[in-house]
């Protein structure tokens, strides 16, 4: 059984990243649900994002703070959303590689003294 994976996203002022890091995300093969939450952004971003984000072939959710909390700040409040077993932290200026999450995911099912990967 594939496990539950959330991803969770977190953006201040991303908007030229956004194409780039939905199409990574579209190389994700098992199912996951992202959540996303914009810090207080002033670029456009959240309203691209909200436009971008419907065709996606899994489960998504946009969250928008009229504060910026910071990282970790955001990164607390995007967690206490999750319900998966996973949670896969992601910077909208990346980009995921095919196999990748799906790799992360079965090294911590082989060890479950392993806490973080």
């Given at each position: 059984?594939?496990?539950?994976?959330?991803?969770?996203?977190?953006?201040?002022?991303?908007?030229?990243?956004?194409?780039?890091?939905?199409?990574?995300?579209?190389?994700?093969?098992?199912?996951?649900?992202?959540?996303?939450l914009d810090n207080n952004s002033s670029d456009g971003g959240?309203?691209?994002?909200?436009?971008?984000?419907?065709?996606?072939?899994?489960?998504?959710?946009?969250?928008?703070?009229?504060?910026n909390y910071g990282f970790a700040g955001g990164m607390n409040?995007?967690?206490?959303?999750?319900?998966?077993?996973?949670?896969?932290?992601?910077?909208?200026?990346?980009?995921?590689?095919?196999?990748?999450?799906?790799?992360?995911?079965?090294?911590?099912?082989?060890?479950?003294?392993?806490?973080?990967?």
């Amino acid at each position: 059984m594939t496990p539950a994976v959330d991803v969770l996203v977190l953006l201040h002022n991303n908007r030229n990243w956004i194409p780039g890091f939905l199409s990574s995300l579209r190389r994700i093969s098992i199912p996951v649900t992202v959540y996303f939450l914009d810090n207080n952004s002033s670029d456009g971003g959240p309203d691209l994002l909200a436009e971008l984000l419907p065709p996606l072939p899994f489960r998504t959710h946009l969250f928008r703070s009229l504060r910026n909390y910071g990282f970790a700040g955001g990164m607390n409040r995007l967690a206490a959303q999750s319900r998966a077993e996973f949670m896969f932290i992601l910077n909208p200026d990346t980009e995921i590689d095919e196999g990748c999450l799906e790799k992360l995911v079965e090294r911590m099912q082989s060890d479950d003294r392993i806490g973080i990967c």
